[in-house]
């Protein structure tokens, strides 16, 4: 099965979310799980991870940190990824060495052009649609995904209200990887480990 999905978890990691996550692994078709928590301290966000990662390992699913490259080295994270106002692309490049570093590029060539001096595994776009998780994020257009796969030698992730009804137009666009979150644990009607079947 061809890995598409960069799935991130969701805002708030309940004791349930761990059984969850390892049905949702299984079904085979995610390549990153990106860990994204905000506004908790670093010392409940590495206990979290640590198991997180127990069953990243298990499913081969390459895990990722946002923001914070110093705890991503720290955990043994597969990498890191970041935005525009996470800090020192350079800095986190040279840390993280030959782990992963993927950086948000919103919807701006030129923010994606002068990402690619610091060698980084993927780029990110977004958001592509309305989104629960980033509901005042700069709006995307399929544009930017022509231009960058005529233009970028990296894979391109896209983000931003990605549901089973989109995913299909981003592919066929250019993107490589669709990032998902809300469509999986906030899914109204599907369990998370049904809705994930969805992105084949």
Same mark, same amino acid.
């Given at each position: 099965?061809?890995k598409?999905v960069?799935?991130?978890? &969701?805002?708030?990691i309940t004791?349930?979310f761990?059984?969850?996550?390892?049905? *949702?692994?299984s079904?085979g078709?995610?390549a990153?799980f990106? %860990?994204?928590?905000k506004?908790?301290?670093?010392?409940? +966000?590495f206990?979290i991870?640590?198991?997180?990662?127990?069953i990243?390992e298990k499913h081969?699913?390459?895990?990722?940190?946002n $923001?914070?490259?110093?705890l991503?080295?720290?955990l043994k994270?597969d990498g890191?990824?970041?935005g525009q106002?996470d800090?020192?692309?350079k800095?986190?490049?040279?840390?993280?060495?030959?782990? #992963?570093?993927g #950086?948000?590029c919103?919807?701006?060539?030129? +923010?994606?052009?002068d990402?690619?001096?610091f060698? &980084?595994?993927? %780029?990110?776009?977004g958001?592509f649609?309305?989104?629960?998780?980033k509901p005042?994020? #700069?709006?995307a257009?399929l $544009?930017?995904?022509?231009?960058?796969?005529?233009n970028?030698?990296?894979?391109? *992730? *896209? +983000?931003?209200?990605i549901?089973?009804?989109?995913?299909?137009?981003l592919?066929?666009?250019g993107?490589k990887?669709?990032?998902?979150?809300?469509f999986?644990w $906030?899914?109204p009607?599907?369990k &998370?480990?049904?809705?994930?079947?969805?992105?084949?």
């Open positions: 099965m061809i598409l960069y799935l991130i978890s &969701p805002n708030k004791n349930n761990y059984s969850k996550l390892d049905k *949702v692994l079904f078709n995610t990153f990106q %860990l994204r928590l506004n908790i301290c670093n010392r409940k +966000i206990l991870a640590k198991k997180i990662k127990k990243t081969k699913v390459k895990f990722i940190i $923001d914070n490259y110093s991503a080295l720290k994270a890191c990824h970041m106002n800090g020192s692309f800095i986190a490049r040279n840390k993280l060495r030959k782990k #992963i570093l #950086i948000t919103h919807n701006s060539k030129k +923010i994606a052009k990402a690619l001096k060698k &980084p595994d993927y %780029l990110a776009f958001s649609y309305k989104s629960k998780l005042n994020s #700069i709006k257009n $544009d930017i995904l022509r231009w960058s796969d005529k970028i030698k990296k894979p391109i *992730v *896209v +983000i931003g209200g549901n089973n009804k989109n995913y299909k137009r592919i066929k666009s993107a990887y669709i990032a998902i979150s809300s999986i $906030d899914n009607t599907l &998370p480990e049904f809705a994930i079947r969805e992105f084949k």
